[in-house]
């Protein structure tokens, strides 16, 4: 499975971006798959996450009621909608995706991994 995260970029405090993750393989079109992101000198922590049929959605407490995963299994990609962006949102956000079907919360359940796509927001 091979994972191409792409879609950041710079933004203002405030505005919006839209993250996508294409995914190959029927693996990523059958499992969980996830958001997570990484700033610099703090651990990856989990942003969101979703079960493979596009249904058990989790976020993170910092993201919920601003970002919204969304899947679509034919094409096999994995998106991101983050509204409301804060400078605290600045990272590197990665896909993954999940060992089974389930989008888990769990790290180290996360088989494949895209390469980051870097977020900045502005004050």
């Known amino acids: 499975v091979q994972l191409q995260a792409y879609g950041g970029g710079l933004v203002q405090a405030g505005g919006s971006l839209r993250l996508s993750c294409a995914a190959s393989g029927r693996t990523a079109s059958n499992n969980g798959m996830g958001w997570f992101r990484q700033a610099p000198g703090k651990d990856r922590e989990i942003v969101a996450t979703?079960?493979?049929?596009?249904?058990?959605?989790y976020y993170g407490d910092s993201v919920k009621d601003r970002f919204t995963i969304s899947k679509d299994r034919a094409k096999g990609t994995l998106y991101l909608q983050m509204n409301s962006l804060k400078p605290e949102d600045t990272a590197v956000y990665y896909c993954?995706?999940?060992?089974?079907?389930?989008?888990?919360?769990?790290?180290?359940?996360?088989?494949?991994w895209g390469q980051g796509t870097q977020v900045t927001v502005s004050s």
């Open positions: 993954a995706v999940a060992r089974g079907a389930i989008g888990s919360t769990d790290v180290n359940m996360y088989r494949y």
């Open positions: 979703i079960n493979w049929n596009g249904d058990g959605r």
